[in-house]
T-cell receptor, first 110, second 113 residues
Framework: DQQVKQNSPSLSVQEGRISILNCDYT??????FLWYKKYPAEGPTFLIS?????DKNEDGRFTVFLNKSAKHLSLHIVPSQPGDSAVYFC?????????FGEGTQLTVNP | DAGVIQSPRHEVTEMGQEVTLRCKPI?????LFWYRQTMMRGLELLIY????????DSGMPEDRFSAKMPNASFSTLKIQPSEPRDSAVYFC???????????FGDGTRLSIL
């Protein structure tokens, strides 16, 4: 039972363009959502988060959108940079427990 | 700033052996989490501690796995006896509070032959 799903295993974009990473969830009890970035041989690094009472949170080049009715969230990166190339995980929180998606490999081409 | 420190970074051992993974959380963080990452199941929570007390161990696969947190600056995850299906990357994470963003270590890549 995959409660958090990232349906795109990979995404490739050109430098300077927008990257949009998507995530769907099924559990209505999730009250907080996070995005993590992971480079090879390193642990995930916290990127940005959003509470379920909001629909948008912005931090520099990164914006997370939440559509509660659709149980969908997305991460926008603009402009994309080659250093953004990594695996991106969305995570959803219920209580103190985080449930992670499978991850999306983003490649930003120079 | 020192992040979450895990040791060893890599471990290769034969099945049946005892394996001990170690974690030092960020100083001042009172919540600690152990995760396992595999191709099949992705990143899944094994157990988490709050103020050194295990709160939720429902993710621990079976009795061969045990975790301890004897003090605020150290935790271990032990597998005894180890099996090839335990091969995975094991991550430790800590946070200021159970509802704060978690900070991950770089993981231990475990291979059981």
């Amino acid at each position: 039972d995959q409660q958090v799903k990232q349906n795109s295993p990979s995404l490739s974009v050109q430098e300077g363009r927008i990257s949009i990473l998507n995530c769907d969830y099924t559990n209505s009890m999730f009250d907080y959502f996070l995005w993590y970035k992971k480079y090879p041989a390193e642990g995930p690094t916290f990127l940005i988060s959003i509470s379920s009472i909001k629909d948008k949170n912005e931090d520099g080049r990164f914006t997370v959108f939440l559509n509660k009715s659709a149980k969908h969230l997305s991460l926008h990166i603009v402009p994309s940079q080659p250093g953004d190339s990594a695996v991106y995980f969305c995570a959803a929180r219920s209580g103190s427990r985080l449930t992670f998606g499978e991850g999306t490999q983003l490649t930003v081409n120079p | 700033d020192a992040g979450v420190i895990q040791s060893p970074r890599h471990e290769v051992t034969e099945m049946g052996q005892e394996v001990t993974l170690r974690c030092k959380p960020i100083s001042g963080h009172n919540s600690l989490f152990w995760y396992r990452q595999t191709m099949m199941r992705g990143l899944e929570l094994l157990i988490y501690f709050n103020n050194n007390v295990p709160i939720d161990d429902s993710g621990m696969p079976e009795d061969r796995f045990s975790a301890k947190m004897p003090n605020a600056s150290f935790s271990t995850l032990k597998i005894q006896p180890s099996e090839p299906r335990d091969s995975a990357v094991y991550f430790c994470a800590s946070s200021l509070g159970a509802d704060q963003p978690q900070h991950f270590g770089d993981g231990t890549r475990l291979s059981i032959l």
